[in-house]
């Protein structure tokens, strides 16, 4: 190195004609205590890492890094995801189930493992490279072909330009040569940039033209790129099939179904109605009431929907508007526990599914009811006041209320499919605190409070 004549010497090269006479002269280079030292061959030749003296390289210890990092990026990712950032139970497994981690941990392994091998490998061999100053020697070209060179580098510590000439002469090389400077020039042709700079400015053109159809319209119909994505095969609602024998899109229950649900199964919570009063009084019914609640074959119930609605229906009008008969034994009370926590769901379920149309307060002036009356429908009725006489506690059971809102009434739909039992029976619990609101007495006030309600008024 500190020979100033081998400053456009990069090495020295030596040209072998057989593998044996190669391997002989790596070995004696070897012994001769060179460390920077290669060898170019057309094909593998076995013995050249040992003649050499090459260490085993230090991939393995790159890729088996590359793979502990990945496996321990997903199992980390995971675990974030889905126990921190956004806990959710997936077919009922613990949020940090590491069977279920595996398969995404087992593909990260792999990936940062062949990314460590990969990027591992061009790193080691300093690529990538676009020239060497080995290509300056035209004979060099053979070593694809049938000739063998062997290259020590002029960095080695023990390297001089003579002495290393000679010591490849004389280990059996056809020809040794300095490998020299490469000269050619370096500055990419200018062509390049040109074509750089179409390209980029072509590649543009794709999103521009995404862009303006997002904000153009068009007469002509759309271009649809998957068109099975935009017009799925799925059936709608009451259309026809030839997938099944009756044609119905629809699938009735199988029979003898019966609801699950997170209240569990009380036909009395579910109907609102004491159901063994009622088999007593009127068992037809009561299995009538039963099979719809237990979802009972299609054929053999009733429809299902307004069925329980118009018997308290039916039952008033028999009575005559004037004094409505109902003898149906329903529920008195709610049977949940009435709460401060009971009545925050039912106003917020009551707000959601009631007030459209009796209005927040219960006085059956909600929005709908205004815009029925804006437009002047023709076939409007009214949403009941919830404040009438005649639907307070004492003569309008909680169970009926409960029925009204799961099956609906008279014009009123039913609610039973939207809304669960336990926020029904909420909902009751909220009415019946409405209804309170609008009638309180001052005595209804606990005492500390009414000084503040005196003021407020
Ligand atoms: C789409 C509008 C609408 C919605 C939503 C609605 N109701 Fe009604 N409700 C009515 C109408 C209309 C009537 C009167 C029906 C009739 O007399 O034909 C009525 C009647 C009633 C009655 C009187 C029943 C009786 O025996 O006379 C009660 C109680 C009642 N609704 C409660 C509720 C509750 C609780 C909710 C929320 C779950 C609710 N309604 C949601 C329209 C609605």
Same mark, same amino acid.
């Given at each position: 190195m500190s020979d100033s004549n081998n400053q456009s010497t990069h090495g020295m090269m030596a040209e072998f004609d057989s593998v044996d006479s190669l391997l002989a002269a790596a070995r004696r280079i070897r012994d001769a205590g060179y460390t920077k030292i290669d060898a170019y061959t057309p094909f593998a030749v076995h013995g050249i890492d040992d003649a050499l003296g090459i260490k085993p390289t230090k991939l393995p210890w790159i890729t088996l890094t590359g793979g502990v990092i990945g496996a321990l990026t997903a199992l980390a990712m995971q675990i974030w995801m889905n126990s921190i950032n956004y806990?959710?139970?997936?077919?009922? $497994?613990?949020?940090? =189930? %590491?069977? &279920?981690?595996? /398969?995404?941990?087992?593909? %990260?392994?792999?990936?940062?493992?062949?990314?460590?091998?990969?990027?591992? +490998?061009? @790193?080691?061999?300093?690529? /990538?490279?676009? =020239?060497? /100053?080995?290509?300056?020697?035209?004979?060099?070209? #053979? &070593? *694809?072909?049938?000739?063998?060179?062997?290259?020590?580098?002029? $960095?080695?510590?023990?390297?001089?330009?003579?002495?290393?000439?000679?010591? %490849?002469?004389? =280990?059996?090389?056809a020809s040794v040569d300095p490998v020299v400077e490469d000269e050619t020039p370096t500055e990419v042709p200018k062509i390049f940039f040109t074509l750089a700079g179409v390209l980029?400015?072509?590649?543009?053109?794709?999103?521009?033209?995404?862009? +303006?159809?997002?904000? *153009? *319209?068009?007469?002509?119909?759309?271009?649809?790129?998957?068109? !099975? +994505?935009?017009? =799925?095969?799925?059936?709608?609602?009451?259309?026809?099939?030839?997938?099944?024998?009756?044609?119905?899109? +629809?699938?009735?229950?199988v029979p003898g179904t019966v609801i699950r649900s997170e209240d569990g199964f009380d036909i009395d919570f579910q109907t609102g109605v004491d159901m063994e009063a009622l088999a007593a009084m009127d068992p037809a019914r009561a299995e009538h009431l039963v099979r719809l609640v237990a979802q009972a074959p299609a054929?053999? &119930? @009733?429809?299902?929907?307004?069925?329980?609605? !118009?018997?308290?229906? !039916? &039952?008033? @009008?028999?009575?005559?508007?004037?004094?409505?008969?109902?003898? *149906?034994?329903? #529920?008195? !009370?709610?049977? #949940?526990?009435?709460?401060?926590?009971? %009545?925050?769901?039912g106003q917020e379920k009551f707000n959601i599914y009631c007030a459209v149309c009796h209005g927040v307060s219960g006085r059956g002036t909600g929005l709908v009811h205004l815009r029925a009356q804006r437009i002047q429908s023709p076939t409007w009725v009214q949403p009941s006041s919830l404040h009438q006489d005649i639907l307070y506690a004492n003569n309008y059971a909680d169970g009926k209320l409960f029925s009204v809102i799961t099956n609906g009434i008279r014009k009123m739909p039913g609610y039973g499919a939207q809304i669960s039992a336990s926020d029904r029976w909420a909902i009751v619990a909220y009415v019946r605190a409405l209804q309170l609101s609008q009638n309180a007495e001052e005595s209804d006030v606990p005492a500390g409070q009414r000084a503040a309600v005196a003021q407020a008024e």
């Open positions: 806990p959710y139970i997936i077919s009922g $497994k613990p949020y940090i =189930s %590491l069977p &279920a981690f595996i /398969p995404v941990a087992f593909e %990260l392994t792999i990936l940062f493992a062949s990314f460590g091998s990969f990027f591992g +490998m061009l @790193a080691l061999n300093r690529l /990538p490279r676009f =020239s060497n /100053p080995v290509f300056t020697n035209p004979r060099f070209d #053979l &070593a *694809t072909d049938d000739k063998f060179f062997l290259y020590v580098d002029a $960095k080695d510590a023990r390297y001089d330009g003579e002495g290393v000439a000679r010591l %490849l002469g004389d =280990s059996g090389a980029a400015m072509v590649a543009i053109i794709p999103v521009l033209v995404v862009a +303006m159809m997002r904000v *153009t *319209t068009s007469s002509q119909p759309r271009f649809h790129v998957f068109y !099975d +994505m935009d017009f =799925s095969p799925a059936k709608d609602a009451q259309q026809v099939t030839t997938l099944f024998a009756d044609g119905r899109v +629809m699938r009735p229950d054929d053999e &119930a @009733a429809p299902a929907d307004e069925a329980a609605g !118009d018997q308290v229906a !039916d &039952a008033q @009008a028999a009575g005559g508007a004037s004094e409505p008969v109902d003898n *149906t034994p329903w #529920l008195q !009370d709610n049977p #949940l526990e009435v709460d401060a926590e009971l %009545l925050a769901t």
